[in-house]
């Protein structure tokens, strides 16, 4: 099947220090990524949505100056959390489209941990 | 209210009982509907997918879709320690891709 990587796997920083994480599809073109973000214990919240060669869109709450998003190539989408603090600890996972619409076809990454001292 | 919602559990269970797993929705505009498990720390794979109302079975998972109660449901039969893992449902609208989470269910199934 469709694989999806994330790198890094996990993250420690210290506050104030941006964190770059990427988000790759291996084997397959991905137009749309996804972004998300989970707490422990909480579900999965939609950050925004990555599509290649354009701007991201983003969800009412989050600050694009703060999750910057990057999608430069059909492979390749990356958040960088900039001047990174203690609440913004927590598991990013991105996913990608691959080629339809339809849920389906929707892979997820492993998730990276971000653990911000 | 929130737009989805899922009793958290924690559930646990022996090994070979049914399982069943409930979300409840409140966005009638719903027509996409999924069931995702996902282990501990890692991201979440796509189990049942199903579209409007009815039944979908796969293997040892049937994935009940009542869009007139608004609800979901996904059982598992002859239940393992292999599955064993958060299961969160997710829908979506028809004309979005945007997905809307539940907050997940733990299950956790007992040798």
């Known amino acids: 099947g469709a694989v999806v990587s994330q790198h890094p796997s996990w993250v420690i920083c210290k506050s104030g220090t941006s964190v770059k994480i990427e988000c790759r599809s291996l084997d397959f073109q991905a137009t749309t990524m996804f972004w998300y973000r989970q707490f422990p214990k909480q579900s999965l919240m939609l950050m925004a949505t990555?599509?290649?060669?354009?701007?991201?869109?983003?969800e009412q709450g989050v600050e694009k100056d703060k999750f910057l998003i990057n999608h430069a190539s059909l492979t390749l989408s990356t958040l960088t959390v900039t001047s990174a603090h203690p609440e913004d600890s927590s598991f990013y996972i991105c996913?990608?489209?691959?080629?339809?619409?339809?849920?389906?076809?929707?892979?997820f990454g492993p998730g990276t941990r971000l653990l911000v001292l | 209210q929130k737009e989805v919602e899922q009793d958290p559990g924690p559930l646990s269970v022996p090994e070979g009982a049914i399982v069943s797993l409930n979300c409840t929705y409140s966005n009638s505009a719903f027509q996409y509907f999924m069931w995702y498990r996902q282990y501990s720390r890692k991201g979440p794979e796509l189990l049942m997918y199903?579209?409007?109302?009815g039944n979908k079975e796969d293997g040892r998972f049937t994935a009940q879709v009542d869009k007139s109660s608004k609800y979901i449901s996904l059982f598992i039969r002859d239940s393992q320690p292999s599955d064993s893992a958060t299961y969160l449902c997710a829908m979506e609208e028809t004309s979005y891709d945007k997905v809307i989470f539940g907050p997940g269910t733990s299950l956790s199934v007992i040798p």
């Open positions: 199903t579209y409007s109302s």
């Open positions: 990555s599509n290649e060669g354009s701007k991201a869109t983003y």
């Open positions: 996913s990608a489209l691959g080629g339809s619409t339809r849920r389906e076809t929707q892979y």
